[in-house]
């Protein structure tokens, strides 16, 4: 098969799903891989080393959308890619369908097999890490007086206390977070509906941060105490309330920082919404707000070569095996599966969207097969379905 990488076209990202190792390996498969000029240049991958790891360079993503069975990003895929996505071509990248209804036509209007990376993680993403601990990072840099923050430094100075943090939950991203902020001496609060994840965390760190249960009343009750807030939770979409509204932020002191890394829309914060890295802050009721949605890209390299490993056998399992073997093989790789030939199977999208949609194992006939498990990628459940007049396979 031929597999195309794109160069990203979202503003401000420098990351590329594929560095020149994975090449080496997909080559190696005995496939065929074209890349897009420049799609890792920014990364640190030069067109040079995708050449001498055996990939054709192609100057458009008009030539890899055309000459591809299979094609690949990092971020979701834009309005002028859609008229470019072919039946039966596979696409994949962080879609985040759910989000993005005009992205779900196309897809399904186009009839590709769509998925979805950030569904596919079995031991977490490695972007959620990055953006943990890169968005601490980029909240300290928020406190700082020059940046409109109340200039509190993170661990403290001789005779002037070090910062209060409150981690608004306690999964990859949050633990990374807390893993950065910890180690420069922050005070740090963590908050998650998961009683046996916070226990485990004191646990860890030896009961030297504080954990609570994450609702609205907790986190009003400490908001007056706290420097910064850094949530971390992946709201469900359907959601109409809020973990922090603006009236809230008022209880902050003026120069506070509030870091949304999960930064959904909705999300679990009334005031978010998305910024870029060429102008990442704003302020609302004194408070100010880092909200890029594409935290990791402030770290293109590092981040590019953990997810480019961990989504390798991903890709390689599309083009040895094709869809269905591979989402027999892995229950996390099938979940992963947005759309088929014009069948939406992402479930989250269907309750967000109210489309009619139909689970993987229906759509590609693989129900009584010996199938891996998986947990579902969130607690959005549809009983919307669409019915399959037949099934492939």
């Known amino acids: 098969m031929i597999y195309g990488i794109l160069k990203e076209n979202k503003e401000g990202e420098y990351r590329v799903i594929s560095t020149p190792a994975e090449v080496r390996s997909i080559v190696a498969a005995g496939h065929k891989v074209l890349a897009q000029h420049d799609c890792g ?16 360079i192609v100057e458009t993503a008009e030539e890899i959308y055309r000459r591809c069975d299979m094609v690949a990003k990092v971020k979701e895929f834009k309005p002028e890619e859609y008229g470019l996505l072919r039946e039966g071509q596979i696409i994949l990248g962080c879609i985040h369908p759910a989000g993005h209804p005009q992205e779900v036509d196309a897809i399904l209007k186009s009839k590709c097999i769509a998925f979805t990376a950030e569904d596919s993680h079995r031991h977490g993403s490695p972007f959620c890490e990055a953006a943990g601990k890169q968005g601490a990072l980029f909240g300290l840099e928020s406190m700082l007086t020059i940046n409109g923050g109340k200039g509190k430094f993170v661990g403290g100075l001789a005779g002037a206390p070090g910062m209060n943090v409150l981690i608004l939950g306690g999964g990859t991203v949050g633990q990374g977070a807390l893993q950065v902020l910890y180690a420069l001496g922050a005070n740090v609060t963590v908050m998650d509906i998961n009683v046996g994840l916070l226990r485990a965390l004191s646990y860890q760190y030896e009961g030297k941060i504080d954990t609570m249960l994450c609702n609205k009343e907790t986190i009003a009750s400490v908001l007056s105490r706290t420097d910064m807030v850094v949530n971390c939770v992946k709201w469900p979409k359907e959601r109409k309330d809020f973990l922090i509204d603006k009236e809230m932020l008022k209880l902050m002191e003026p120069g506070s920082v509030l870091v949304d890394i999960s930064n959904d829309d909705p999300g679990a914060i009334e005031s978010s919404h998305e910024t870029h890295h060429d102008n990442p802050r704003y302020v609302v009721n004194g408070v100010v707000h880092y909200c890029v949605s594409n935290i990791p890209s402030a770290i293109a390299h590092s981040s590019s070569v953990c997810c480019a490993a961990e989504i390798l056998p991903l890709i390689l399992g599309l083009l040895n095996d094709g869809v269905e ?13 947005t759309a088929y030939k014009g069948i939406l199977t992402h479930e989250e999208t269907s309750v967000v969207q109210g489309r009619p949609w139909a ?35």
């Open 359 to 393: 689970r993987p194992e229906d759509v590609l006939g693989i129900r009584y097969r010996d199938l891996d498990p998986a947990p579902p990628a969130t607690t959005t459940r549809s009983t919307n379905f669409l019915k399959l007049h037949s099934q492939p396979g």
């Open 325 to 337: 073997e591979t989402c027999v093989r892995d229950g996390y790789y099938r979940r992963c599966l």
């Open 41 to 56: 240049a920014r990364a640190g991958f030069p067109d040079e080393a995708y050449g001498a790891a055996g990939a054709e």
